[in-house]
């Protein structure tokens, strides 16, 4: 056990602690780990590591795990640079302290407290001497900048400001962090889709819209492979966060159906998406392929999504598999002769119409009802 300078506290009847960690107890005991989807996010994003830097970046990316079931973003490289130049600063001057602020953590086992006499709130914290038993909620850019430093930090009296929480549930964590994050850090939406589909409040449907992001950028027969940017990073250009909340608002209701054929539907919803966008870069293959075309801008994907109502409709109609990949590309084939590439010219028909999602799923509606342009 390791014995640390402790507060005890009380709030809304919860109990936390403000305790005093030394520079080694956080370089032995905080574990750092981010949000991540295999090889669709990296711990650690930023410039190369060509660029001069004080930091041993093959050591500190060892240290930093990357899993489903994290919540913290990706490490800001040059965010770490400029603490630990910052922290060199202040060891120099020596006239300001270079983490003044308590971080927030959250210890996986049990804390023993033993207060200085009966009834006191000031005593000392009994922390198991576990490597990586705590986790940051708030902070871990500062004690990563931290570990990367510690060295420097050897002989010196230095000390952490600590809030810690004993065995916070989980779903606590995540909320105590999205409210900490989303505003006032500007947490990226994509990241805010993230959690509260799968780890805050559990939103089925958004659970469900997520996966299917998941499975269009993630399965490599997806015409969207590799290009959404899971968690609002990476190289692709389409991003999570709109595609997302416009799939959550189709599974929210009945869209597909009814209540159980809409339910129903979720459990193929990834099979039908992915076939779905395969037959619609079909349709449209020179612009879908081209760059100079809107296609997969977040307008143009929550058009194409907005619609796909109306795509599974026909195909109940017309007694087919609802992701049965031929009988999607018959069913939209309407839009290549009735809508056809250059509708998403960029710098043409694009621009000049002043597309919305509205005005675009509009046009892919009548030309699914009216396949010949009869009517119309």
Same mark, same amino acid.
């Given at each position: ?19 005093? *960690? ?51 973003? =990706? ?35 049990? *804390? ?83 959690? @509260?589909?799968? =780890? ?44 997302? =909340? ?15 054929? @809409? ?17 619609? @870069? ?34 109940? =109609? ?59």
């Amino acid at each position: 056990m390791i014995s640390v300078a402790a507060i005890r506290m009380q709030q809304f009847g919860v109990q936390f602690y403000q305790a005093s *960690l030394t520079a080694e107890d956080i370089d032995k005991l905080v574990r750092f780990e981010v949000l991540s989807y295999g090889e669709a996010g990296q711990p650690v994003r930023g410039a190369t590591k060509k660029v001069p830097s004080k930091v041993n970046w093959d050591l500190l990316e060892r240290r930093i795990a990357a899993s489903e079931k994290a919540y913290q973003r =990706q490490i800001i490289r040059r965010k770490i640079d400029e603490l630990v130049q910052y922290y060199e600063q202040c060891r120099q001057a020596r006239d300001l302290p270079s983490i003044p602020g308590a971080v927030i953590i959250s210890c996986d086992e049990r *804390l023993t407290f033993e207060p200085v006499e009966a009834g006191s709130v000031v005593g000392r914290l009994k922390v198991p001497e576990r490597e990586g038993i705590l986790r940051a909620i708030d902070g871990q850019h500062r004690l990563l900048a931290l570990h990367a430093d510690i060295d420097n930090m050897r002989g010196h009296d230095f000390t952490v400001p600590a809030i810690i929480f004993d065995r916070l549930p989980e779903d606590h964590i995540v909320q105590m962090f999205v409210t900490i994050n989303a505003k006032h850090t500007r947490l990226n939406p994509s990241h805010l889709v993230s959690l @509260s589909g799968r =780890q805050l409040y559990r939103d089925e449907a958004l659970a469900v819209a997520h996966d299917v992001v998941r499975a269009l950028n993630d399965r490599e027969d997806s015409p969207l492979h590799g290009e959404i940017k899971l968690l609002g990073v990476g190289r692709g250009r389409v991003a999570q966060a709109p595609l997302a =909340q416009e799939l959550k608002r189709l599974f929210a209701g009945d869209a597909f159906g009814g209540p159980r054929k @809409s339910a129903d539907f979720r459990e193929d919803a990834k099979k039908f998406f992915v076939n779905y966008f395969k037959q619609v @870069s079909m349709v449209f293959g020179a612009a879908w392929g081209g760059r100079k075309y809107s296609i997969k801008s977040a307008t143009a994907l929550r058009a194409f999504v907005r619609v796909s109502p109306d795509v599974v409709r026909r195909l109940d =109609q017309d007694h087919a598999d609802r992701s049965d990949y031929r009988a999607i590309g018959r069913v939209i084939a309407p839009w290549g002769r009735r809508i056809g590439d250059q509708r998403f010219e960029t710098e043409g028909a694009w621009k000049r119409q002043g597309t919305t999602v509205d005005t675009l799923a509009r046009e892919l509606k009548l030309a699914l009802e009216y396949p010949e342009g009869a009517g119309v």
